[in-house]
C-alpha cells in the first residue's frame, strides 16, 4: 500500500473475530497476517510470508525470548520434580492456627511464588486445601485468593515469565531498546492498577476486613454448615479442567481453551510424579538465587536465570535427587511447557511486521488522534481491552496483538507511555483472572480442588470491583499529568 486506507483495519478485525471464535491466539494472528499480506500483494504472499517469517527467527528479541522463557520453564519444572514447591506450601501451612491465619498465609505463600502463575496456582492451592478445610474456609475462597495472587502478583514483579514475554514485546515494538524491554516494564509497575487493586482486595478479603460478596457469602454459608456447594474432590476439579481443556465431559462441557493446553497439562503432570516429602531449601536456594543472580547482572534475566540453573543442577545432583540425564529430561520437558508463549510472540512479531507493511499504526493515527487525548486513553485502552481479553481467554496474546496499534496512538496524543503500558498490562491481567476459562483460572480451581465455574462466579464480583477502582485510577491520573 502506498498511503493508509481502512483496508489496513481489515487484519486486526480478522485477528480479533478469529481469536472471540477459536480462543487461540496464535492461530489468530497468523491468520490476521495472512489477511494482511493478501492484501499487501495476493501474488507475493507467500514469499512476503516466508520472508517475513525467516527475518523474526532471526531477531535478537525473538532468540533472548526464547532462551528466557526456556530457561524459566526448566527452572520451574526442576522446583517441581523435586518437591521444592509443596515443601514451600507446607511450611507455610503450619503457620496457619485460624480462619483469618490460614487465609493470610495463603495470601502469604501466592505473593511469594512470583516466578511463574502456573507455579504460584497449583502450588499454593494443592499445599493449603486441606489447611483451609480444617478452618472451613470454602474452596471458592482458597481458589480466589490462590487466583488473585498468581497473574496479578507476576505481573508487578519483575523477575517473571510475564515480565520477560511482555518485555520483548516492548522491545521488538521499539518502545524500549534492546536489553532495556525489563527497564521499562518497570517504569510501568506503578501504574498496573488492576493488579494491585486485585492483590490489595484479596489480602483485606483474606484478613476478613473486606466481607463475603454474593456468591461468596453463600459458598462459605454452606461451607461452615457443612454442605459445601460445588466442591466435591479435587479429582472432580481435574475432570472439569480436562473438559475446560477440549476434552468431551457430558458433565462439563466448556469452550475450547486457548494455546497453553499443552503447557498446562505438562504441569500438572509435573505436580503428579513430583517428589511429595520435597525439602523446603530445594525451593527456598534457587528462588533466592534467581533474584541475586538477576540483579546482580543489572536486572539481566537471562543470565540470572542461567546462572540459577548452574548453581541448582549440582545442589540437586549431589543431594541424589536425580542424576544428570534426569534432570536434563525434566529441564527439557519444562522447555516444552513455554512453547505456546514462545509461539504466541513469534506469531504476534509477524502480525505486527505486517501490520507495519499496510500502514495500520498511521491509518489509525490519522484517524483517531483528533478525537483522541492522554487523558482518556489509557482508561479506554484499559476497557477495550479487558474486554477482549475476558472474552478469549488470552492474556498475553490480546497484549501482543493491541502493542502495535496502542502505542504509536500513544505517541501521537502525547500519553504517558508507562501510564499506557500500565493500562495494557492491567487488562491482561484482568482477562487472565476474571475469564471463565482461562489457564491462570482453570489451574486454580483444579488446585484448589473446586468446580470451575463456581470458582469464576464466586470471584467475579471482586475482579469487577478491582477493574472499575483501575479504570477510575487511569483517569485520575492521567488527568493530574
Known sequence: MDSPSALSLIPPIVVMVVAIWSKRPILSLVVGAVAGLLLLS????????????????????????????????????????????????????????????????????????????????????????????????????????????????????????????????????????????IEVYIQAIPYMFYAWFAVLIVMLVALKIVPDLGPMKKAELATQAGTPIDCELAADAKNIVKGSHGQHNAQHEMPHHTSDEYAVQAIEQEFEHSDKQGKLHNFVVPMLALIAFTIYFDIDVLKGVIATLLLIIPYYYFQKLMSISEMMEVMMNGFKTMLPAISTVIAAFIFKDVCDKILLPQYVIENLTPYMNATMLP????????????????????????????????????????????????????????????????????????????????????TLIAAALAFAGFIGIAAMG
Open 379 to 462: 482508561a479506554l485502552v484499559f476497557v477495550a481491552m479487558a474486554i477482549l481479553s475476558f472474552a478469549t481467554g488470552s492474556s498475553w496474546g490480546i497484549f501482543a496483538v493491541s502493542i502495535p496499534i496502542v502505542m504509536p496512538l500513544a505517541t501521537a496524543v502525547n500519553a504517558d507511555i508507562p501510564l499506557v503500558i500500565g493500562a495494557l498490562l492491567s487488562a491482561a491481567s484482568f482477562g487472565s483472572q476474571a475469564c471463565f476459562y482461562s489457564d491462570s483460572t482453570v489451574l486454580a480451581a483444579q488446585g484448589s480442588g473446586c468446580n470451575l465455574i463456581s470458582h469464576a462466579v464466586t470471584q467475579l464480583p471482586y
Open 42 to 181: 495476493p501474488v507475493d504472499s507467500f514469499n512476503n510470508f516466508a520472508e517475513i517469517s525467516l527475518n523474526v527467527m532471526q531477531d535478537e528479541t525473538i532468540g533472548w525470548l526464547i532462551l528466557v522463557c526456556g530457561g524459566f520453564g526448566a527452572l520451574i519444572s526442576l522446583l517441581i520434580h523435586t518437591g521444592g514447591a509443596l515443601a514451600f506450601g507446607r511450611f507455610g501451612s503450619r503457620l496457619a492456627t485460624g480462619q483469618r491465619s490460614s487465609m493470610f498465609m495463603t495470601f502469604v505463600l501466592g505473593c511469594m511464588i512470583f516466578i511463574d502463575d502456573y507455579l504460584n496456582a497449583l502450588s499454593v492451592g494443592e499445599a493449603m486445601k486441606r489447611v483451609t478445610d480444617k478452618y472451613k474456609i470454602s474452596r471458592q475462597k482458597l481458589a480466589y485468593i490462590v487466583d488473585s495472587t498468581a497473574a496479578p502478583i507476576c505481573v508487578i514483579i519483575p523477575i517473571s515469565t510475564w515480565a520477560v514475554f511482555f518485555g520483548g514485546l516492548l522491545v521488538d515494538n521499539g518502545i524500549a531498546e534492546k536489553g532495556k524491554g
